[in-house]
């Protein structure tokens, strides 16, 4: 399996290099690539089996060195990282003709004609330029770990501009009564404990998934989790007792292996919270034509603190965002909404008693 990742990364068999390539392998997982041309899902592969057939042997392995580095903080972002290079490399063989990619073949012409097809194909902003941040991240990291000049093609001028007051792409969050409602369709334990545990820590899903039994330690009538947040950061966090109560139920006579599993005994992943979510989310008739996600919950958890009046610091705490506008990105929304609210409705007292004339059936014209 790894036969051809070790010739690409070493030229020769190297047990060191062989141990990394594996942790690499694992750390980013799987994926179903789609076929760009049919939209299909195909089979599920290892991400870093897909870049060592995209790329050339020289440019994976800076990609390698790239996506080992600590410039990429969390597991999640590496596999990110790691999809947008290889949508990059797609692009390149459908759009240039080059059958694998390589650093040298992308020019500022080429990030260009990148940008255009995305456009036409009405793809958000946001991800078109964080394909590009990923490509310029790249492209920086090699050229400071080999020390030798490398012209980045990616520009400020070729990224798309993004309005940070602009709402309409913002994770939606539900309202409280909502998320009883998602809460009430789950069909057993598990599925309540999953959407549930992700709510209560607002925690991401790779960190939930991750999340391990063992790291459960009992203190007196207490039961608290370590957990491995963004950036490998660890975290206690004390479980309050209805959700043990859940947990107790959910994991059953189980005393080691990961904390969340699906109803047929397999380690819950993001793609297989995602689709529980969905579910529940449908039945439950929320977010109409639009995906219940577990950033959803994230986003839901430190909006409902924010209504609570909890403190915008303490609220960042929670949360664990490094900078503070990161977390006045989840409730900016609600300040604005209601800032809006309020602005329209003092509007009508201009003109309320003027109104009448239109809308009473009872006035005359």
């Known amino acids: 399996m ?13 047990r060191s290099v062989e141990q990394q390539l594996l942790h690499l392998r694992d750390l980013l997982g799987q994926v179903a690539p789609r076929d760009p041309h049919t939209r299909r899902l195909g089979p599920r592969r290892w991400r870093l089996e897909l870049l060592a057939e995209l790329c050339t042997t020289e440019t994976f392995r800076h990609v390698v060195s790239w996506l080992s580095s600590t410039l990429i903080a969390s597991a999640g972002s590496k596999r990110d990282y790691a999809d947008d290079i290889r949508q990059w490399a797609v692009f390149l063989q459908d759009e240039e003709g080059i059958a694998q990619f390589a650093l040298e073949d992308v020019s500022p012409g080429v990030v260009r004609a990148y940008r255009e097809r995305e456009e036409r194909r009405k793809s958000s902003p946001r991800t078109i330029k964080r394909r590009m941040d ?7 990291f090699t050229g400071w770990a080999t020390g030798r000049p490398l012209i980045n093609p990616v520009t400020k001028f070729d990224k798309p501009k993004i309005d940070p007051n602009d709402l309409t792409t913002a994770t939606p969050v539900l309202e409280v009564d909502e998320l009883q409602a998602l809460l009430d369709h789950a069909g057993t334990a598990r599925q309540m404990f999953a959407a549930a545990l992700i709510y209560t820590l607002a925690g991401r899903v790779s960190e939930c998934c991750t999340a391990d039994l063992s790291k459960i330690r009992h203190e007196g009538d207490q039961r608290k989790l370590d957990l491995r947040r963004k950036g490998g950061k660890g975290r ?43 579910r529940l989310g449908q039945a439950a008739g929320v977010l109409p034509g639009r995906e219940v996600t577990p950033h959803v919950l994230r986003a839901s958890k430190l909006t409902h603190m924010h209504d609570d009046g909890v403190p915008l610091e303490e609220i960042q705490r929670y949360a664990d965002h490094a900078h503070v506008q990161t977390t006045l990105r989840y409730i900016r929304q609600r300040d604005d909404e209601a800032l809006k609210a309020k602005h329209a409705a003092a509007a009508v ?12 059936p009872r006035s005359t014209s």
């Open 236 to 278: 206690i966090f004390t479980l309050p007792p209805r959700l043990c109560a859940l947990m107790d139920t959910a994991v059953g006579d189980r005393t080691t292996g990961l904390l969340l599993l699906d109803d047929n005994d397999q380690p819950m992943d993001r793609h297989a919270v995602d689709r529980l979510l969905n």
């Open 134 to 140: 990923s490509l310029s991240s790249l492209f920086t």
């Open 2 to 14: 790894t036969s051809d990742i070790e010739i690409r990364s070493a030229g020769t068999v190297d």
């Open 349 to 360: 007292a201009v003109y309320d008693h003027l109104v009448d004339r239109f809308t009473d």
